[in-house]
C-alpha cells in the first residue's frame, strides 16, 4: 500500500479557447488534510470537479488508491469512495432536512422507506456537527450556515475515503466554523483523507497537514 491516497499527474482541461487546467499534479497522502489554495481562476474547483467525475479531464492522469481511474460520473467516483461538499448548495427546498440526508439511497423495510433507520443512522452525524435542527422541516427554512452542514453531514453519511471540501465554510460563522474544523480533526483522527479548498490561509495554516498553491491551472508549491 502506497503512502498516498491520490495521485494526479500533468491534468489538462480546457473550456473552448480557455484553459482551466494546464499541466496539474497534485500528491494526497492517506489521513491527512491537504489544503489547495489560490485566487479565483487557479484551477481549483476544476481539479475537484474531475476528482468527483462531475467532468473528464482533456488528458493527463489520475491514481486512487494505487490505481488508475477515469470516472465518468460522479456515481462512479462516489462508488470508489469520494465524496464531495461543493461551494454551491444543492439541497431540496422543499424536501425535508431528513429526505435531503439521503437522497437516492433512502433505507427500505419491507419495500418501503424507513424513516426510522434514516433518524437512526443521521443523529449521530448531526449532533457530532453541533446541528440542532428539526429534520422533518423543510430544507428551505435553514440559514445558509445550517444548509452547508447538512450537505456536510449528508456527505459524511455516504462514508468517502476522500473528502473534499470546496470552501466549505463560505457561509458559516465564526463558531460554526470552528465546529466544522473540530470535526474534520476528528475525521484525521479516524484515517479519512481530505482535501480542503479555500483562499483564507489563516484557516488553511490551522486545519492543513499540507498545502498546494495552483495558479494558471497548475501546481506552484506544496510545503
Do not use: W
Not at 49 to 76: M, T, W, Y
Amino acid at each position: 500500500m502506497t503512502t498516498s491516497l491520490v495521485t494526479v499527474r500533468n491534468l489538462v482541461k480546457r473550456y473552448g479557447g480557455v484553459v482551466a487546467l494546464d499541466g496539474m499534479s497534485l500528491e494526497v497522502s492517506r489521513g491527512t488534510i491537504h489544503a489547495v489554495v489560490g485566487e479565483n481562476g487557479a484551477g481549483k474547483s476544476t481539479l475537484m470537479k474531475i476528482l468527483a467525475g462531475v467532468v473528464r479531464q482533456d488528458s493527463g492522469s489520475i491514481a486512487f488508491d494505487g490505481r488508475e481511474v477515469a470516472f465518468d460520473s460522479p456515481n462512479a467516483a462516489r462508488d470508489a469512495g469520494i465524496g464531495i461538499v461543493f461551494q454551491e448548495l444543492s439541497l431540496f427546498p422543499e424536501r425535508s432536512v431528513l429526505a435531503n440526508l439521503f437522497v437516492n439511497r433512502e433505507p427500505t423495510r419491507y419495500g418501503l422507506i424507513s424513516t426510522r433507520r434514516m433518524r437512526e443512522l443521521s443523529a449521530p452525524m448531526l449532533e457530532q456537527l453541533g446541528l440542532d435542527v428539526d429534520v422533518d422541516q423543510p430544507g428551505g427554512r435553514l440559514t445558509i450556515g445550517e444548509r452547508q452542514l447538512v450537505e456536510l453531514c449528508r456527505v459524511l453519511l455516504e462514508e468517502p475515503r476522500l473528502l473534499i471540501l470546496d470552501e466549505p465554510n463560505s457561509a458559516l460563522n465564526e463558531r460554526e466554523t470552528q465546529r466544522l474544523f473540530s470535526v474534520l480533526r476528528r475525521l484525521r483522527e479516524r484515517g479519512m483523507t481530505m482535501l480542503y479548498v479555500s483562499h483564507r490561509l489563516d484557516e488553511v495554516f490551522s486545519i492543513s497537514d499540507h498545502v498546494t498553491v495552483p495558479r494558471g491551472g497548475r501546481e506552484v508549491l506544496t510545503r
